[in-house]
């Protein structure tokens, strides 16, 4: 499969502090990668290197063959980038600003209706984008990002902040990119929306990944002690251990039609990297 | 450094349209002339009111004033305003990742500065009051339009080093004032004259005194050169800070 982008190593430190340490991760053609971590961990210092907005102390990083510190319009035309304070110019209407990106990008600007129909911002078309709610800006940004139909996104926390609906609709718009080929580079502090989202996930914390894997394998990876959580016709809730003695029970309680609902206690995301670094996500 | 014509004539149409709902740009086009107009009716009205014409030197200075207003609260103030705008808001960031370089935008941000100015330029010194006959167009026209580039390269200079629009207003205030006072009162004071015909804008003022005056302006070597050694010094600092920071510093 191929590397779109490779990150070997990187180190950066603004001054004393150091904000990544040898941070190593591939993102591969066709895929989600997620970023977990919680915030200061990192995870926007890499989206910026990785576009070359910075460069790091020590370490290589390639996006599409290119080193990052050399990165030129060509991989630019290439990309998207959508973060928590992309810009738009409030006091021009969403087409002008999808106009102005379509122009540059040389886009034909007839794509710009069909993509504000697709975020459901149609009539929103001659609106001031600083008359945007937040949730609006947001997928005003992420349809600048895609009008040129990139072969990679970033998306440094898309949803943060947005309602379940709204993030919702991003979710879905995000996951059709993937099924037209485009690879996705995101970092997020929800759990639930890597779990959703991601083929891959790096959990990162003070600027190091320290697990990384398809999100299921992450999670049954750590679950080492197997539980099962019952609820039972009485209202009340048991949780049985993966031993002779609970299998027994939960056989029984099974034949005698005692069981309404049955949940394995398989770790999540937020529970393993809680468990590898001592601390949460938010 | 690639440059692309066509993205730098997208960005100069789109600061073109940005220039228009920008407030402080409207009240400056209207100020410039309107206060030029002012002035020369002012002084007609004085004239008239004394029974006796004007002398060309009153019009000179109205002219002058008309012209140093072009140079600086236009060509210096509104690069650093839209520069800093743009960082302000996050937008610069946006069209910098979206294959814009650093020389489009900022040829797509000055160009249409560049000939709002040299018309304004033109504008006041038809309503100045001045006779055109006395003016040497071309070389009225050649030294306030590197007066304008130099300006405007100043102000893309300022914009770099000011985090927000309102710190690029506090930035350029001192250079606005030295470089409008300084020749403004150089016909006053000898020493402010002495310091004036080493400014860009002195340099114009004088101009524009010699044609009031009935004088040849010839355009020395000396004057030639301090135009031009200005704006190589004004594009220098830029491109050092620029290599240095670019248009922001993370």
């Known amino acids: 499969m191929t590397q779109l982008i490779t990150l070997h190593n990187i180190r950066k430190e603004f001054g004393e502090k150091v904000a990544l340490a040898e941070l190593s991760i591939n993102l591969h053609e066709g895929e989600i990668l997620g970023f977990l971590g919680p915030s200061g961990a990192g995870k926007t210092t890499t989206i910026k290197i990785i576009t070359g907005q910075l460069h790091q102390t020590s370490g290589e990083a390639e996006v599409l063959g290119k080193d990052s510190r050399k990165i030129d319009e060509s991989i630019y035309r290439q990309i998207g980038i959508v973060t928590d304070n992309s810009g738009v110019y409030d006091e021009f209407s969403v087409y002008d600003n999808l106009a102005l990106f379509a122009s540059i990008l040389q886009v034909d600007k007839s794509t710009i209706d069909g993509l504000l129909a697709r975020v459901g911002l149609s009539a929103e078309k001659k609106q001031a984008a600083g008359k945007l709610s937040k949730g609006q800006k947001q997928r005003l940004v992420l349809v600048r990002a895609i009008l040129h139909n990139p072969r990679i996104l970033f998306l440094d926390e898309p949803t943060s902040g947005l309602d379940p609906s709204t993030a919702k609709d991003i979710h879905d718009l995000l996951l059709e990119l993937k099924s037209e080929g485009t690879s996705i580079f995101l970092t997020t502090h929800n759990m639930e929306e890597a779990t959703r989202l991601c083929d891959r996930v790096a959990l990162l ?26 609820l039972l016709s009485d209202k009340s809730t048991l949780v049985l251990s993966h031993n002779k003695h609970d299998l027994q029970a939960l056989s029984d309680l099974l034949n005698s039609d005692q069981v309404e609902t049955l949940h394995s206690l398989e770790p999540s995301l937020e529970s393993v990297f809680l468990k590898v670094t001592g601390r949460g996500l938010q | 450094m690639n440059i692309s014509i066509s993205r730098v004539i997208t960005i100069a149409q789109f600061k073109f349209k940005e220039l228009t709902k920008n407030k402080t740009f409207l009240i400056a086009l209207a100020v410039i002339p309107g206060m030029t107009l002012v002035m020369r009716w002012l002084y007609t009205s004085m004239g008239e009111e004394f029974g006796e014409e004007m002398p060309p030197e009153i019009f000179g200075m109205v002219l002058a004033m008309g012209v140093l207003y072009v140079l600086t609260m236009l060509s210096i103030s509104m690069p650093a305003t839209l520069l800093s705008k743009d960082k302000e808001k996050h937008t610069l960031r946006a069209l910098m990742t979206s294959s814009v370089s650093g020389g489009e935008y900022f040829l797509g941000s000055i160009l249409p500065l560049l000939l709002i100015g040299i018309i304004l330029n033109g504008v006041v010194l038809v309503i100045s009051g001045l006779d055109m006959n006395m003016v040497n167009i071309p070389v009225f026209f050649l030294l306030t339009t590197l007066g304008i580039v130099t300006g405007n390269v100043l102000g893309m200079t300022i914009g770099i080093f000011a985090k927000d629009q309102m710190a690029a207003g506090n930035m350029a205030t001192p250079f606005l004032l030295i470089l409008m006072l300084i020749p403004m009162f150089s016909m006053l004071l ?9 400014i860009y804008t002195g340099i114009v003022v004088d101009m524009i005194f010699n044609y009031s005056a009935g004088v040849a302006f010839i355009l020395t070597p000396f004057k030639l050169g301090v135009m031009l050694v200005e704006i190589a010094a004004a594009i220098a600092l830029f491109l050092f800070v620029y290599k240095r920071n670019g248009f922001e510093q993370d």
Not at chain 1, 205 to 216: I, Q, S, Y
């Open chain 2, 190 to 198: 000898e020493s402010l004259a002495q310091i004036s015909q080493y």
């Open chain 1, 205 to 230: 914390n003070e600027g190091r990944v320290v697990e990384e894997g398809a999100p299921l394998d992450i999670c049954l990876r750590y679950n080492t002690e197997k539980k099962y959580e019952l």
